[in-house]
């Protein structure tokens, strides 16, 4: 089933912090978060595995909440390069070992102005 | 360290007819995956090739299929096109040891007429 995401949009003044929330009604193994820029393919931001800890590089975090099946992507102080389309990616439990394909949300469209 | 690629960047194809896109995996990579990217959506699971045998399949019809070859590169074949399978395809590749980071290729958009 397809992770919920919040907001669908946000605006925000650069310098400002933005948190974008995806949500799962299922167990899941792991949260893995993209950005997709406009005409581009989506770009690997962080995964975040069941049991992990909370991950983060430069001014990008985020966490993953096994109880309640929920991630959030944190953006500190944000850059215009920021701007684009966020997409989590889920994993559900996989018996045989490895990866599942990912299930994505909608997205959630940030747009940082100067 | 060339990146997952692949081709054609465009394609046009009628209603009835099949098509075959083409993915290269990043360098040192031996698994991939096959997304359908609708406009305004996020990507949607295909499948995924690992040892050149399909490993996981998600909700599409089987019309769909694919191949991977030996070099570790794969094909996505689509047959019977319908309107509706206009889309932005993307290739995925990521390695066995560390599976779960998948880098996405720049994708091939289909326009189905």
């Known amino acids: 089933q397809q992770p919920v995401q919040s907001p669908q949009a946000v605006i925000l003044r650069e310098g400002e912090d933005a948190v974008i929330n995806c949500s799962s009604s299922?167990?899941?193994?792991?949260v893995h978060w993209y950005r997709q820029k406009h005409g581009e393919a989506p770009v690997f931001l962080m995964i975040l595995l069941k049991g992990g800890e909370q991950k983060g590089h430069d001014k990008i975090s985020a966490s993953f909440n096994e109880k309640k099946q929920q991630s959030s992507l944190y953006l500190t102080a944000s850059q215009l390069s920021y701007s684009g389309t966020y997409f989590c990616g889920t994993e559900c439990p996989y018996s045989g070992g490895g990866a599942d394909g990912l299930t994505f949300g909608k997205g959630t469209h940030l747009i940082i102005q100067p | 360290d060339a990146g997952v690629t692949q081709s054609p960047t465009h394609l046009i194809k009628t209603r009835g007819q099949q098509v075959t896109l083409r993915c290269s995996p990043k360098s040192g990579h031996d698994t991939v995956s096959w997304y359908q990217q609708a406009l305004g959506q996020g990507p949607q699971f295909i499948f995924q090739?690992?040892?050149?045998?399909?490993?996981q399949r998600g909700n599409f019809p089987d019309r769909f299929s694919g191949h991977q070859f030996p070099n570790y590169s794969s094909e996505l074949n689509v047959n019977a096109l319908l309107l509706g399978d206009s889309a932005l395809y993307l290739c995925a590749s990521s390695g066995w040891d560390r599976v779960y980071e998948q880098y996405f290729g720049p994708g091939t958009r289909l326009t189905v007429t």
């Open positions: 299922k167990a899941l193994y792991s």
């Open positions: 090739y690992y040892e050149e045998e399909e490993r």
